[in-house]
């Protein structure tokens, strides 16, 4: 009986949570709900802030840029008017006339530079240079003409290289052609007394010269003349015949650089070797392209002196023959 009544009154005497305490527990739940709220709503913002600042940099750029684009059409716009009205139709067709006289007066500096390059002052007159090839003999003798018409009379010539004496401005014709022996002295009388003067001649390959020839033209004068036609034609031929093995050999160099050339580059040979080919073949190439050009012009004139040949000639005397 005893022990029955200790064991209740053990059990009353137990610790009861009382109302105080489970209102505390309670307070502090809900702060802790709180606080992990305000945690989310924190990272939240954290993960929306860098979005909604780009979408705000993007806006702020757009607009940016709209107003760059309005103040550039702005100064544009300005500056157009600015030009329409500094340059007018009259003035820009004042500015038009002067560039063109600037361009003009430009070119016949350097024409002027040109000319004094091609034309030497010497103390019996003048020494020009000019390019003739062999075929061009009346281009050439056209050139000498205009030279007398301004009052530079012919005497020299050597190579690329013509001296005039200067004179009274005088209408000679010239006439250059290839004879393969000396002219006797009968053949020199019958030339002077028709009126042609044998100015100059110079020799070629050996095999005849080339003699210049005027002949003072007048008022009134009908010239007509006799060319050594047949050994021109011959010297003609003899050259392009020799001509013809240069390209050859020209040609075959020019293959045989190429050649090298890709040969070395294939087994990454020297550089110094692969630029002496390189220059070889350029060399080669130009001589084969110079003396292509001078056979060229040569037969075309072989073709059309045996063209002149074949046509009928008249019957009529020569007023004037050489």
């Known amino acids: 009986m005893n022990n029955s009544e200790h064991e209740r009154e053990q059990i009353m005497t137990e610790h009861v949570p009382g109302k105080n305490e489970s209102k505390a527990s309670e307070t502090e739940n809900a702060a802790k709900g709180q606080m992990v709220k305000k945690s989310i709503r924190m990272i939240r913002k954290k993960v929306k802030a860098p979005a909604e600042e780009a979408l705000q940099d993007k806006d702020s750029g757009k607009q940016l840029k709209e107003k760059v684009e309005a103040v550039m059409v702005k100064v ?26 600037k361009v003009s007066n430009a070119r016949n500096k350097v024409g002027e530079a040109v000319q004094n390059i091609k034309e030497k002052e010497t103390e019996q007159g003048l020494r020009t240079y000019k390019l003739f090839y062999i075929s061009d003999y009346e281009k050439e003798a056209e050139y000498l003409r205009s030279m007398s018409l301004r009052g530079y009379h012919f005497v020299k010539n050597d190579g690329f290289s013509f001296d005039f004496v200067k004179g009274e401005p005088r209408n000679y014709f010239y006439l250059l052609d290839f004879y393969p022996s000396e002219p006797d002295e009968a053949q020199k009388a019958r030339w ?79 550089p110094w070797m692969i630029g002496i080919c390189i220059v070889l073949a350029t060399v080669c190439l130009l001589v084969f392209a110079v003396y292509l050009n001078i056979y060229w012009r040569t037969r075309l004139r072989i073709i059309d002196i045996r063209n002149a040949q074949k046509e009928p000639q008249p019957d009529e005397g020569n007023d004037t023959e050489l």
């Open 76 to 101: 544009l716009d300005r500056i157009r008017k600015c030009v329409q009205r500094m340059f007018s139709v009259e003035k820009r067709e004042a500015l038009k006339n002067k560039t063109a006289e």
């Open 192 to 270: 002077e007394a028709a009126g042609w003067e044998d100015i100059f001649h110079t020799e070629v390959n050996a095999r005849g010269s080339w003699h210049f020839f005027r002949y003072e033209l007048k008022e009134g004068d009908m010239l007509e003349y006799e060319e050594n036609v047949e050994s021109r034609l011959a010297l003609f031929e003899h050259l392009t015949r020799n001509w013809q093995g240069i390209l050859s050999i020209a040609a075959l160099c020019t293959v045989f650089s190429v050649i090298a050339i890709c040969m070395q580059i294939a087994v990454h040979g020297f």
